[in-house]
């Protein structure tokens, strides 16, 4: 049999690779701070909740294609609480994580030969979803003292065969939160240009207490040129039950229902279940679980303020630290020596795009705050 070359061509997956360099460390030596897994189990109201219900036969058939319809409508009351503005369960499709969002809403909007513009850094699922279906990855400039995007670069690579932009915030890898104006600006030219402007937002509710991501769903037009992309999997711990969601315009969700029912047809049940038994009961556990991960960036900042240490902390928030290494050798090197001779497994900035070899990505929010100094210990003890 004969493998798509394009899918042979991808490189493989970052996690899986990283975790491969440490086969043979037991778990109990390392510092994962690799995969972005929030580190307590989901609340266990939840967990009694979800066990009952299948217990009694529940969550054992399909749901509508676009979820359930109580999810879509606390969704939707959610993201209108949150941010204000206009979005009605009609607007909202459920999806088995955000993942399955954004490959979906490719699907939808591209095909093969279509340019899509992801600025740098990248999370790399994107780019790999779009090598995958033959679609030509933009790369935009960032500023790396600000991690924010170049939006001059953006507006100079927008071509005739341009499908979207898309924006992550709070950034994956670099943890950076793109400010509204910023957001607003590259949505005015998603609207003048005709492409859709993408934001996955996977890590929303990690950002300040009453911190607005931006207004977007105030827009008249919203609908016509902004698709919003959530997971549930980090705010309520619910990473293996695969649920996210796109919310989108008519034009676009019909063209979506399409190919979520050709690819899951539905998102799990149960995890959709759990995701709105979160929505409808767990707002003050979510509040206390977001205030640890803040309080976590917090405590990361000053455990990497300590003088011995020559790894530079470039930015942090939501789950992710990106990091400049002190050696002379490629991330990926560096990544691999710090996971296979001290037991820390990060991601390389390589994974996230060209010219980020001097970076490394931690995913922090895995870690227990007590661990940090454990963290910057060992990190000395590689500069060596
Ligand atoms: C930016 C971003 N989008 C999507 C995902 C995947 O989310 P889900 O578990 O909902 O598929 C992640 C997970 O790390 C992520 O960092």
Redesign the pocket.
């Known amino acids: 049999m004969r493998i798509n070359p394009a899918v042979r061509d991808c490189p493989t997956a970052p996690i899986a690779e990283a975790w491969s360099w440490v086969a043979d460390v037991p778990a109990a030596e390392l510092i994962d701070v690799c995969q972005?897994e929030p580190a307590e189990l989901p609340a266990q109201a939840l967990r009694d909740h979800v066990a009952q219900t299948l217990a009694a036969g529940g969550a054992a058939k399909y749901t509508g294609i676009a979820g359930l319809g109580p999810l879509r409508e606390a969704l939707a009351e959610d993201i209108r609480s949150h941010y204000g503005g206009s979005v009605e369960a009609s607007d909202v499709m459920i999806t088995a994580?955000?993942?399955?969002a954004f490959c979906a809403t490719i699907d939808a909007l591209c095909a093969p030969g279509d340019e899509v513009i992801l600025p740098l850094p990248f999370?790399f699922n994107h780019q790999m979803w779009l090598a995958i279906r033959g679609i030509h990855a933009k790369y935009a400039r960032y500023d790396p003292q600000s991690a924010q995007p170049d939006v001059e670069d953006i507006r100079r690579l927008i071509s005739a065969r341009t499908r979207a932009l898309v924006l992550?915030t709070p950034n994956?890898p670099t943890g950076a939160v793109y400010p509204p104006e910023c957001i607003a600006e590259l949505y005015r030219l998603a609207e003048a240009s005709g492409i859709a402007l993408i934001i996955?937002e996977?890590y929303r509710d990690f950002m300040a207490v009453g911190q607005v991501p931006h207004a977007l769903f105030g827009q008249s037009g919203w609908r016509d040129h902004f698709v919003h992309l959530y997971?549930f999997?980090k705010t309520y711990s619910l990473?293996g039950y695969r649920v996210?969601a796109v919310v989108a315009g008519d034009a676009l969700r019909e063209a979506l229902i399409k190919v979520q029912d050709c690819a899951v047809i539905c998102a799990p049940h149960a995890g959709q279940l759990a995701a709105l038994y979160g929505l409808q009961h767990l707002q003050a556990w979510k509040r206390d679980n977001v205030a640890s991960v803040v309080a976590r960036a917090t405590a990361l900042r000053r455990a990497f303020s300590n003088p011995s240490l020559k790894f530079e902390l470039l930015s942090a928030g939501a789950f992710f630290a990106y990091v400049q290494h002190p050696f002379e050798a490629s991330a990926r090197d560096a990544a691999q020596r710090l996971a296979r001779a001290f037991g820390v497994i990060s991601l390389p900035g390589s994974y996230f795009g060209p010219d980020q070899e001097r970076y490394l990505r931690f995913a922090f929010a895995n870690l227990a705050e007590n661990r940090f100094g454990e963290l910057v210990e060992r990190l000395i003890s590689s500069q060596s």
């Open positions: 972005a994580g955000c993942n399955q999370y992550v994956n996955d996977t997971s999997s990473t996210g």
